[in-house]
């Protein structure tokens, strides 16, 4: 079951007009919320993202945040499975072709809930391959579009090779991965590259941020060079469905020793005790 413009019905049954300005232009904007043990993990941290996102593009938010909090509920309620990646998305709606934003259309809502799922035990043990690219997206990456075309042609570009991730640079610094935030570690110092228009601004990369603050593990947020990324000892890509990773092979060549280091060792144990004792019971202050 999903959910479209006020009805919930199988998603077989599920039509959007043509010249919906999301199908039409790509003009709309996402969320997925992660859900384990059917509780949506962080899901006002998520529900402000879509409210800045709207904004920023001057869409009109259709829901508030207890009508956002009752649907994703009821649809989370309707499905088989109990951890699920909720995915939202919200388009200008539909309109005769123009660039021009049309007047008085009412936004498109679309939420379908699909089986979340993490990296599997073998693939976090032994590490993950990516390649890198440089950064060719537009200059409003921290706007969580639907318009992912610059994004799925640099995943692409890690797919061919059979890698997880498109590591990305620009002007000889990192910005993220094509569906990933990044952290590397260099000297036992977690160092992640800070917000700004050219990333996108992941919760999961909070949760990582605020687990590394609480276990008092050495951590810098700053801007990273591209050398510092090739030298560094240890290469992290995190998101809701990929967790934390290491990468250990960039462009074909090892990440420190090749395995998953110590440090994100540790990462993934504070990870996965947080994900059981936070996220699997919604009781967020846990995480203090």
Same mark, same amino acid.
């Given at each position: 079951m999903i959910f479209l413009n006020g009805k919930f019905l199988p998603i077989e049954q599920a039509t959007v007009p043509v010249l919906d300005r999301g199908f039409?232009?790509?003009d709309g904007v996402y969320? *997925? #919320?992660?859900?384990?043990?059917?509780?949506?993990?962080?899901?006002?941290?998520?529900?402000?993202?879509l409210e800045r996102s709207l904004? *920023? #593009?001057?869409?009109?938010?259709?829901?508030?945040?207890q009508q956002w909090r009752g649907i994703i509920a009821q649809l989370i309620a309707l499905q088989p499975y109990e951890d699920q990646g909720v995915y939202f998305q919200v388009t200008r709606g539909v309109a005769k072709r123009d660039h021009a934003f049309p007047q008085g259309v009412e936004p498109t809502v679309f939420i379908m809930s699909s089986p979340l799922v993490n990296p599997p035990r073998k693939l976090v043990e032994r590490g993950a391959e990516a390649l890198s690219a440089p950064d060719y997206r537009w200059q409003k990456c921290d706007i969580k579009s639907i318009s992912l075309i610059g994004n799925v042609l640099?995943?692409?570009v890690s797919a061919d090779a059979g890698a997880a991730e498109t590591i990305?640079?620009?002007?000889?610094?990192?910005t993220e991965a094509s569906a990933s935030n990044v952290f590397i570690v260099r000297g036992g110092t977690i160092v992640a590259p800070p917000k700004s228009n050219l990333i996108l601004p992941g919760i999961t990369y909070d949760v990582v941020l605020e687990l590394a603050q609480a276990a008092r593990l050495p951590l810098e947020v700053r801007d990273v060079a591209e050398t510092?990324?090739?030298?560094?000892?240890?290469?992290?890509?995190?998101s809701s469905s990929k967790e934390v990773l290491a990468i250990v092979r960039l462009d074909?060549?090892?990440?420190?020793?090749?395995?998953?280091g110590p440090v994100f060792r540790r990462m993934y144990q504070l990870y996965q005790d947080f994900k059981k004792t936070v996220m699997r019971t919604g009781k967020e202050k846990a995480a203090a």
């Open positions: 039409i232009f790509g969320e *997925l #919320v992660p859900v384990y043990s059917r509780v949506a993990f962080r899901l006002d941290e998520h529900l402000a993202r904004a *920023l #593009v001057r869409i009109r938010n259709p829901h508030n945040r640099l995943r692409q990305l640079f620009r002007d000889g610094k990192l510092e990324v090739r030298a560094a000892d240890e290469i992290w890509v995190t074909g060549q090892p990440v420190g020793e090749g395995r998953p």
